[in-house]
């Protein structure tokens, strides 16, 4: 888990992002995208007074930021006790996937355009990138990128939206990886390949390949929890 302290120090560079009419919804934005960057971990305390200084809005909008965090099952409030990053269950893993698999497996079988195919590629060499840093969490952060860019082949803002959600809380879940890079190094590849599939209109195909993929992660994920259950 990142010091809480640099976190905090670091949000402050995304004061720019709100602008003069600032709103929970942008606040909520920014702290999602945190999330799925992997700064916060599950069981981390927010507070309150860090965060609406670093960001330079008032209390009551942090708290309505919040508020929209938890519907999205990112954040718990427990009373008296504060906000907490939450835990996805072993459950949530599973259904995750199962939502994976309809809006990634629609994704795939449609035709790409050259710009889309320029951003998921962007998000494979990022992988790459960072796995020959030995930089893991940076890897994680690709992974999400090139998935979300691969949804984005549906071209409908609402699956793009529903999309982020779900990728911030399965960011959540990769943290109960003990070895991250154990879990991560074989879908660098992985995403090399389904790459290729597409770029070649294998539809199909690539279609196949990401149902075995999804089914190898979710494995991963799931054999994870089980010491917890």
Known sequence: MLNVDNVVDDLSRDRPRLGRSSTAERVADILRDRIIEGYFSPGQRLSEESISDALGV???????????????????????RGVFVRLPSGEDVADLYRVRRVLEGAAVRRSPSEEALAVIGQAVLDAERAAAEDDWQSVGT????????????????????????????????????????????????????????????????????????????????????????
């Open 58 to 80: 008032s209390r009551n909008t942090l708290r309505e930021a919040f508020r929209l965090l938890g519907h999205e099952r990112l954040l718990d409030h427990q009373l008296n």
């Open 142 to 229: 690709a992974n999400i990128r090139f998935h979300q860019a691969l949804v984005s082949l549906n071209e409908s803002p609402r699956i793009d939206e529903a999309m982020r959600q779900l990728l911030a809380e399965l960011r959540l879940v990769f943290h109960v990886m003990k070895n991250p890079r154990d879990f991560h190094e074989p879908f660098v590849d992985r995403n090399r390949t389904l790459l290729g599939l597409i770029e070649s209109g294998k539809a199909e195909e690539a279609v196949t390949y990401l149902d075995d993929y999804l089914d190898h992660a979710e494995r991963l994920l799931i054999h994870a929890y089980e010491p917890n259950r």
